[in-house]
T-cell receptor, first 114, second 110 residues
Framework: KAGVTQTPRYLIKTRGQQVTLSCSPI?????VSWYQQTPGQGLQFLFE???????NKGNFPGRFSGRQFSNSRSEMNVSTLELGDSALYLC?????????????FGSGTRLTVV | DQQVKQNSPSLSVQEGRISILNCDYT??????FLWYKKYPAEGPTFLIS?????DKNEDGRFTVFLNKSAKHLSLHIVPSQPGDSAVYFC?????????FGAGTRLTVKP
């Protein structure tokens, strides 16, 4: 079965712009979580969506938002980009969230803000 | 707040020896713990997990130990192989909330 697909793989944006990242979960998975990975900070939780509803949220400013569609695909939006937003953004899917086998991750979107 | 901590950013071991990666957590509500392995340019992949009702789980060369009283878990890799060189993240989970540590870069030298 297809894995978790994130698009685009790489993105370069200018400070102040906004960006939308996309994540297609494994077929049948209803939970999608987003993480930001930066050197030294590891994986920081952004938010989790389940059945089109945000179920959990991490400690990120309101510039970071997301949504989930009826087909479980999810998008993450970052507005008014800052240089510090440069990072690898990973999404992960699971059947219901909290799976005992954890989550399946996509390969990520590398965002560079210049 | 950093609820899950991996205090060693890097670890280097010789091939064939044991690798021990450590992880501490602060939230006693976490009831499931996982280790993920990440290669460059790829997403993390699930490695091994342990429930809070156990203190050890073994899968081949990988063993995870959990010390609930100390809020500490560790991953042992025996014997270590060069292909194990990667970044290892520990994660702690409570219901639908999963938090990760900062990761430890393991280098296994031939």
């Amino acid at each position: 079965k297809a894995g978790v697909t994130q698009t685009p793989r790489y993105l370069i944006k200018t400070r102040g712009q906004q960006v939308t990242l996309s994540c297609s979960p494994i077929s049948g998975h209803r939970s999608v979580s987003w993480y930001q990975q930066t050197p030294g900070q590891g994986l920081q939780f952004l938010f989790e969506y389940f059945s089109e509803t945000q179920r959990n949220k991490g400690n990120f400013p309101g510039r970071f938002s997301g949504r989930q569609f009826s087909n479980s695909r999810s998008e993450m939006n970052v507005s008014t980009l800052e240089l510090g937003d440069s990072a690898l953004y990973l999404c992960a899917s699971s059947l219901q969230g909290g799976s005992v086998y954890g989550y399946t991750f996509g390969s990520g979107t590398r965002l560079t803000v210049v | 707040d950093q609820q899950v901590k991996q205090n060693s950013p890097s670890l280097s071991v010789q091939e064939g020896r044991i690798s021990i990666l450590n992880c501490d957590y602060t939230n006693s509500m976490f009831d499931y713990f996982l280790w993920y392995k990440k290669y460059p340019a790829e997403g993390p992949t699930f490695l091994i997990s342990i429930s809070s009702i156990k203190d050890k789980n073994e899968d081949g060369r990988f063993t995870v130990f959990l010390n609930k009283s100390a809020k500490h878990l560790s991953l042992h890799i025996v014997p270590s192989q060069p292909g194990d060189s990667a970044v290892y993240f520990c994660a702690a989970q409570n219901n639908n909330d999963m938090r990760f540590g900062a990761g430890t870069r393991l280098t296994v030298k031939p």
